[in-house]
């Protein structure tokens, strides 16, 4: 996201860690970002799993009754 808008944010990290990334010459903020960012996108595939946890048994029900849609086609 290089031309995202950026907004300061006071994090509170544990010390260990903050020392141990300073150490290591890590972008912190970089870091605290990339780690949001993937938080935010497993929370919301477990929001969608959830959601269409009902298509998606319905989906596997139906593959084990009937197979699996054109695979006759199947070259493997």
Same mark, same amino acid.
Not at 52 to 75: C, F, M, S, T, W
């Given at each position: ?28 903020? +970089? ?5 949001? #960012?993937? !938080? *935010?996108? /497993? %929370?919301? @595939? +477990? ?5 269409? #946890?009902? !298509? *998606?048994? /319905? %989906?596997? @029900? ?8 054109? !695979? ?5």
């Amino acid at each position: 996201m290089p031309s995202a808008v950026r907004k300061p944010a006071n994090l509170s990290l544990d010390a260990n860690i903050l020392s141990e990334a300073r150490e290591l010459k890590l972008n912190i903020s +970089r870091a605290a970002e990339d780690g949001i #960012a993937s !938080a *935010i996108k /497993a %929370e919301k @595939e +477990r929001l969608w799993r959830i959601e269409n #946890a009902e !298509a *998606i048994r /319905a %989906e596997n @029900e139906y593959i084990e009754k009937h197979g699996l849609p054109l !695979a006759k086609y199947r070259q493997f």
